[in-house]
Structure formats: structure tokens, C-alpha cells
């Protein structure tokens, strides 16, 4: 059944019907306005297929809500009596439904360039541009009412203020084959007034081009895009960018959806004159693309991790990916995390803290101890690289991982202090350090005079620069203080070469005699160095001989008491050179004493060289070995903790031993092999050795694969 008004209906001229304005057509009250409604447009040129025709028959139920049968151009004439009572209840709930078809909202919208470009009310313009705004929130997503309702704001928002400000930065500027219009009017007026474009001018330029593609991570990032546009701008550009004005001026003639007109839109200024059109310019627009690409290269991490985890957007983990510039620009994570790391210098440059500490300034999460693995290391280095603010032990430069509990030290330089830790010169200088750290604290303690010679060793090397020395000296430190350091930097030494060898002898010599003092402990552990790094240990003696140092000296423990007893003999002439007597009797005495010590770590430099060991052990524990990565002496070992489930410490060391490795190192580079393999320490324990329990089956697993 077809519904029609009561009564025949002449045909009466068509009306404009305002926003707010009752009517009744066809049964339906509509008074949301904004649309034509009557028989025939008297004395008007153009289409009718926006006019809403009450003598058209219309449905008594609603028909085809997805517009399938309407034509390409589609009327409210042409439309089926269903389709009409669909297009009218459309109207009547406030154009508000989004799934309607897109053919409706077309016959809506032919009403709206009616009204501005034939009726020419500018009044109502800015009403009229709200409205088609409020259509694009909810049929944007169709390429081709985007196009032309771009085009009708372009217009209607010019007529409604032909002052109009600079057009708002948006990813989604680009409007069909031409510029916005907007666009091209504000920079048509910057060329007139032949000033420099600003950022802003130029992204808004590059991103109204017709053939500008935005990468998802200029899309998704937007923000932080022109953000780093501004400042990479700005830096490339600091004047601004001068830009030669074309002798084309902008004509718009605007292309109506409905087909059956056209508008002109005059662009006279009655300050400026006609302007010039930007559109016709191409110099510069080459050096502004390869500039967009930089910047959305720089966002491709951060983006990346949005697109995986949209929650992540704030966090600190996000914040590590951004471009140093504008991680620390403004109020957000990056700069929050920044105030809490300059917090922990105070009024110095250098601060000494706790690993666990750096990363609550962080807002990073870690493991209560153990080693930190390379998916930590690397971002907290990254970090404060950003930061400006290096740290040793960094792993990057050829220092070990960062522990849970361990120490670490900053100092403020320049992207991180950043050095190539390959560098001949430099890895020889850091086994230099490291050999020199490791005498200082041979006795137990360090003295000022030893960490003083340490630092003067460093600023003598050659091939060396201010950030290496710098970053040596934070290395030093942090071996001073922290005896995981030490025992990481002992398995090291092995792999030197001969120049390095020779420094680090000298250093660690340097540094034992600093204090003019050489204890027993002391004297020990450069026997184990000489033999080590495959010097007589002969010549030790003769450099302590040489150095004038009092040997084992007795140390007071309680004021002196004096008493008559037996006269004290007469000390002995002094020596023909008139130097400091040396007792060779008690040298040979301490000599002998370390020798069984000095063998056993001397294997700790070449724990990583099979060579190093007699053939007959050596075919042994090759033969035993079955964990892949994990050196024969190391995984028989390991082999037989697995075996056995667990030793008692005593027997834990015996076995060490017998394979001619130290205790502790050999308990830590099995758990430097379990870190590689699972992320986690493998071996546990004081009194009893013993495997992780939750390990077993899966170091098992490894052996059978190996």
C-alpha cells in the first residue's frame, strides 16, 4: 500500500526548509530541516534530484536501507516508494543512522550545494559545514563523499570567513587530485606577503599534496610526527623556508556531486589582490618528502610496538623508542623519567648507585637478582643514550651485563659517552684497566694512590680520546667496587693480545707498588698475572727488588709497651747500594707458599683455550662434554652435578679442581652458559651445590641435543 498526503496537492514551488522548521510528508513529521521540499524549483536553473517531491508516492514501510537500487546519481524522483519512506525516516531521525546507504546521504548533501551555490546563502554556511562535518564522523569512510564534502568545506568555510586562519595539521589533508583549498588560500596569502614558511606551512604543504602516501608510522603517530617535524625543521631550515611566489594565480571552480551545476568562488582580496596559487610550485617539494621519510623512519619502532600493544602509548617501554628530541620534550614519560635520572646525581656529575635503583627511576621492571639478559641491557642502554647519560658496566662497549644487584655507575656525557669498543687501542686499554682494578683490590682494599695510578695509566695511553679515557675510568671504578665485575673481568684476560699483555703487567705492577707497600696477597696475585699472561715469574721478583717496597713488614695491633729484657742486636750494615734490604730468604719463602695457588687460577685465563690443557685431560673432557656452546672442562662438571643432583660444596671444589677450574669462576660460566640457553642461572647453592630444580628436564633435553 502507497501512502500520499490527503487530498490532491498542487504542485507548489520548492522551499528551504530551515533547521527546526515542523513538517509533515508523506506521515512523517520531520523537523530537523535542511532540505528542499516541494514540486518544482520556479525560476531556478539546475538539478532537482535533492528536491523532496510530496505529490512522489511513498511506501508504507521502509525499502532497500542499504540504497542497493539506487542509480549512481540517485533523486528523491527516481528513487522506488520504499526507498522514499527510507530517505524520509532517515530525515526525521536526524540523519544520525550510519549504516544508511551512501545514495541518501548523496541526496541530502545535493540540497546543501543547492542552497550555497545556487541560493548563494553565505549566512547559513557555517551552519551547513557543521552539518556536513558531522555526516563525514559517521560516512567517512566512502572515498567518494569524502572527496566531495572536503570540497564543499573548503568552500563553505571560505565564504563564512574569507579571513580564515591557518587550516588545522591532519594526517588526512589530502582531498581528491587537488590541494585543499584551504590550504592553498593560506599559503597563497604567505606568498603574497613573501614570507618564509614556518614547520607548520610546510607540513601543511607536503601533507595536502595529492600524491603524499603517509607510512603507518606517520599515520599512527601522528602527534609525535610534527612534533619531530617542528624540530628537525628548524634545525635544517632555521631561517624559515624561502619560497619564490609562481605568476599563477588560484581559480576554484567548484564540481558539484549532483552533476547538474557548477560553482565559482571569486578569491579577490581586496588587501592582497589575487593570490598566488601554490599548487603551481614543485621546486622545493623534493627536499620536504625526503624530510617526511626521515622523520617517519625515526617513529618506525615506536610505532611498531603501538600497533602490537595500543595500550602501550605512555608507558616507559614506549617512551625508550622515541627520538631522543622528543622522549625528553615537554611533560610526558620521557621527561618524567629524566627528572627522576638527574635526581640521582644531585649536584654532581657522577653517581654511584644500585642497579635495582636505576631501573625504579626508569619505571623499569627487572628480575630481585642475577643477570640481566641483552633484551634489558640493550633498551637501558639505549635509554640513556637519550638521556645523555653513560654508565658502566655497559656490555655494548665490552663490559659484562648489568646484575640485578649489582653496582653501576653513571656520569653525565654527551649521547652516552658512545666509543667503538673494537678498537685495538681501546680493548687494549680496558684489559689494562681491568688487570690494574684487579691488583688494587688483591689484598682487600683499595688505597687512593691505587685508583690514582690506575687513572694515570689511563690518560698515558696512546690512540686514546677524552670520552674512551672518561668511560675507561667509570670501568675502573665499577671493578674497584663490585667483585662480580672482577670475577667477569678475570675469565677475560686470557684472549689479549701481546701489546695489551705487556700494559696490563705494567698496570698492574704500577698499581700494587702505588702505595709502596706489596702484600702477600698482592705478591700472589702477580705471580698469577705473570704466569697467566706467559711471563717469567722470575722477572716479577726482580721488579719488586728493583721497586724498594718493604715485603711482609710487621703490622702494629696495640700501642708499644716498653720493658727491660735482652738487649735488641745492632742492625746490620746497611747494603753497599744504600737502598732498602730485602729479605730474598722470605721472597723465596712466599714464593714457595703460592705456588700451588698461582697454578690452579693461573687456568682461569685460558679456561676458553682447550690447548691449555694436557692432552690426556684434555681428550677426557671432550670426550664427556655433551652441552653445546659449553667448554670441555666446563660441561664435564656440569655433567656430573646433573649426574649426581647435587654436591656438597667440598666435593663440589675437588671436582673443579681436578678439571683444573676455580670454584666460583667455574660455577659462573656455567651459569653465564645458562643465561645464553635459558635466561636464568642454572647452578645454586652454598653449602651443597645443586641444580634449579625447574631446569632438570630441560638442561636434559640440552645434553641429548648436543
Given amino acids: 500500500m502507497l501512502a500520499r498526503d490527503s487530498g490532491r496537492q498542487p504542485k507548489t514551488p520548492a522551499k528551504w526548509i530551515p533547521s527546526g522548521e515542523d513538517v509533515r510528508v508523506a506521515g512523517v513529521s520531520i523537523n530537523s530541516g535542511m532540505f528542499y521540499l516541494g514540486a518544482s ?122 579571513d580564515t586562519s591557518r587550516p588545522t595539521l591532519s594526517p588526512d589533508l589530502r582531498s581528491g587530485y587537488e590541494m585543499p583549498l584551504s590550504v592553498r588560500v593560506h599559503l597563497g596569502r604567505k606568498l603574497s606577503s613573501k614570507l618564509p614558511f614556518d614547520s607548520t606551512d610546510a607540513l601543511l604543504w607536503i601533507l595536502s599534496l595529492p600524491d603524499t602516501q603517509l607510512r603507518t608510522p606517520a599515520s599512527r603517530c601522528f602527534e609525535e ?53 601554490i599548487a603551481a610550485l614543485s621546486a622545493p617539494i623534493d627536499g620536504l618528502r625526503d624530510l617526511l621519510t626521515a622523520c617517519t623512519d625515526e617513529l618506525a619502532a615506536y610505532s611498531r610496538l603501538l600497533g602490537k600493544k595500543p595500550e602501550a602509548k605512555g608507558s616507559v617501554e614506549a617512551a625508550f623508542l622515541l627520538p631522543k628530541e622528543i622522549l625528553t620534550s615537554g611533560s610526558g614519560t620521557g621527561a618524567a623519567a629524566l627528572k627522576r635520572v638527574d635526581d640521582l646525581f644531585g649536584d654532581h656529575r657522577i653517581a654511584g648507585l644500585k642497579v635495582a635503583r636505576l631501573a625504579q627511576a626508569l619505571g623499569m621492571e627487572i628480575p630481585t637478582k642475577g643477570k640481566l639478559g641483552a633484551g634489558l641491557c640493550n633498551p637501558i642502554g639505549a635509554l640513556m643514550d637519550k638521556l645523555d647519560v653513560g654508565f658502566e658496566p655497559d656490555r655494548r662497549y665490552g663490559s659484562r651485563c648489568l646484575e640485578a644487584d649489582g653496582y653501576i655507575l653513571l656520569f653525565k656525557a654527551k649521547d652516552g659517552a658512545p666509543v667503538d669498543g673494537e678498537a685495538s687501542a681501546y680493548a687494549a686499554a680496558r684489559a689494562m684497566v681491568e688487570v690494574a682494578a684487579l691488583a688494587a683490590v688483591s689484598d682487600g682494599r683499595v688505597e687512593p694512590s691505587e685508583f690514582e695510578s690506575i687513572k694515570a695509566d689511563i690518560r698515558s695511553f696512546p690512540g686514546m680520546g677524552g670520552v674512551e679515557r672518561g ?236
Fill in 471 to 706: 668511560r675507561l675510568m667509570a670501568y675502573a671504578s665499577t671493578l674497584l667496587k663490585d667483585p662480580a665485575a672482577q670475577q667477569s673481568a678475570i675469565k677475560k684476560l686470557g684472549s689479549i693480545g701481546a701489546d695489551a699483555r705487556a700494559s696490563a703487567v705494567r698496570s698492574a705492577t704500577s698499581a700494587v707498588l702505588a702505595d709502596g707497600y706489596a702484600a702477600p696477597d698482592e705478591v700472589k696475585f702477580l705471580e698469577r698475572l705473570y704466569k697467566a699472561l706467559g711471563y717469567p715469574v722470575e722477572d716479577l721478583y726482580s721488579t719488586l727488588h728493583r721497586g724498594s717496597v718493604a715485603l711482609d713488614e710487621p703490622v702494629a695491633v696495640a700501642p708499644e709497651t716498653r720493658a727491660t729484657g735482652v738487649p735488641i742486636p745492632a742492625p746490620p750494615p746497611p747494603s753497599p747500594s744504600g737502598g732498602l734490604r730485602i729479605d730474598h730468604g722470605r721472597l723465596e719463602r712466599i714464593k714457595s707458599e703460592t705456588t700451588a695457588v698461582s697454578e690452579l687460577l693461573a687456568g682461569i685465563f685460558t679456561e676458553q683455550e682447550p690447548s691449555a690443557l694436557p692432552p690426556q685431560v684434555r681428550e677426557a673432557v671432550a670426550a664427556e662434554g655433551k652441552f653445546a656452546g659449553l667448554d670441555g672442562a666446563h660441561a664435564r662438571l656440569l655433567s656430573l652435578l646433573a649426574e649426581s643432583g647435587e654436591l656438597d660444596r667440598q666435593a663440589f671444589e675437588d671436582e673443579a679442581r681436578k678439571l683444573r677450574l676455580l670454584p666460583d669462576g667455574a660455577m659462573e660460566t656455567i651459569n653465564e652458559w645458562g643465561f645464553d640457553r635459558f635466561d636464568e642461572p642454572i647452578v645454586e647453592g652454598d653449602e651443597r651445590v645443586s641444580l634449579v630444580a625447574h631446569l632438570r628436564d630441560k638442561l636434559q633435553q640440552a645434553r641429548v641435543e648436543a
Fill in 41 to 162: 524549483f520556479a525560476g531556478k536553473s539546475g538539478a532537482e534530484n535533492c528536491l523532496v517531491d510530496p505529490t512522489c508516492q511513498v511506501g508504507s514501510v521502509r525499502g532497500d536501507p542499504e540504497g542497493k537500487t539506487l542509480p549512481y546519481w540517485p533523486s528523491y524522483q527516481s528513487i522506488s516508494p520504499g526507498a522514499r519512506r527510507t530517505y524520509l525516516e532517515w530525515l526525521a531521525g536526524g540523519r544520525n543512522d550510519p549504516s544508511i546507504g551512501i545514495g541518501y546521504v548523496f541526496i541530502f548533501f545535493y540540497g546543501l550545494e543547492r542552497r550555497l551555490f545556487i541560493d548563494e546563502a553565505r549566512n547559513e554556511a557555517p551552519a551547513m559545514a557543521a552539518e556536513v562535518r558531522r555526516l563525514l564522523t559517521l560516512h567517512g569512510e566512502n572515498y567518494s563523499f569524502k572527496g566531495y564534502a572536503s570540497k564543499f568545506l573548503d568552500v563553505a568555510d571560505l565564504m563564512a570567513n574569507p
Fill in 225 to 277: 610526527l610534527a612534533e619531530l617535524w617542528h624540530l628537525r625543521f628548524a634545525s635544517r631550515y632555521p631561517d624559515g623556508l624561502k619560497v619564490n611566489s609562481p605568476r599563477t594565480k588560484i581559480k576554484i571552480e567548484y564540481r558539484a556531486a549532483s552533476g547538474g551545476f557548477g560553482g565559482r568562488v571569486d578569491l579577490s582580496d581586496s588587501e592582497l589582490g589575487p593570490l598566488p596559487d
